[in-house]
């Protein structure tokens, strides 16, 4: 069955009646082992005896309430219960499900991260009809970050340059990748990232996708860039190889459900209906 999430926002209390809930130690989530894998707490059943520290509504999932909060670092595991990181459920759950807990994690860190005002270091208060918090002290307001990525693909119509990264295994290759610098587009960003990390100039960006990434908490966004002009130069800190590919004959990729791999499949399959 494939899950469907709404997001309640601005943030209101749950509605009432049966939630699923999404009980979190650190950043760590606590789900219940099942046969098929790892699956949801429900509030009709037995063995969630813990009342969380914090209580906060995400939205609903397949029309069912969904309440995140977190546990005290001395409770202990019923049997059945399993402590787990995003990373080691990544690819192993729900996508949708992947992303409600991603949402959950990096909501409850700024119940943690947002208390006090950086400018004055006052307490803050939350901003009502937002996840904002308001400084009452010197009015400085701030919201939950999220920060832009570029994941970038280069072609030249036949080939792909994929890159590989010290500390990846021998196999595997990828696009390239970098942050947003404040005041850049991304298509800037995409031609900076490219010309720093390979030294190659590029044209006819073209956007793909994106993907939130909560570790903590960017925003992929993906792109296609054709090859203009240049000669393969390695930056020599962030890459140590970088070779052209072609479809018939690729490397390891990155997982599935990366947008990585998106961008790659979806240029190659581009390129057989083209
Ligand atoms: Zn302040």
Known sequence: MSLAFLRAYPPVQPPQGSVYWLP?????????????????????????????????YLGTLNG???????????????????????????GRIDDQLQSVIGYATQILRWQRTGRYCPVCAH????????????????????????????????HDGERMLLTHKPGW???????????????????ECVEREIYEEVGLHVTDIAYIGSQPWPFP?????GYTARYLSGEIHLDGLELDDALWFTPAALPELPPPQSLAHRIITTWIAAQRTS
């Open 64 to 90: 069912r309430a969904c309440v995140t909060g977190e546990v005290g670092q001395d409770f202990v595991l019923p049997e059945g219960w399993s402590e787990q990181t995003q990373r080691t459920l990544f």
């Open 123 to 154: 307490a803050t208060e939350s901003l009502t009809g937002s996840w904002g918090r308001i400084c009452p002290n010197c009015g400085h307001t701030m919201y939950p970050p999220s920060t832009p990525a570029i994941l970038a693909l280069i």
């Open 24 to 56: 979190f130690r650190g950043d760590n989530v606590l789900v219940k082992t099942a046969p098929t894998g790892f699956e949801l707490f429900q509030s009709t059943e037995e063995g969630i005896p813990t009342p969380l520290q914090t209580t906060l």
């Open 217 to 221: 908490h960017q925003l992929m966004v």
């Open 169 to 187: 295994g021998n196999k595997r290759y990828s696009c390239i990748a970098g942050f947003v610098e404040p005041g850049e587009s991304l298509e």
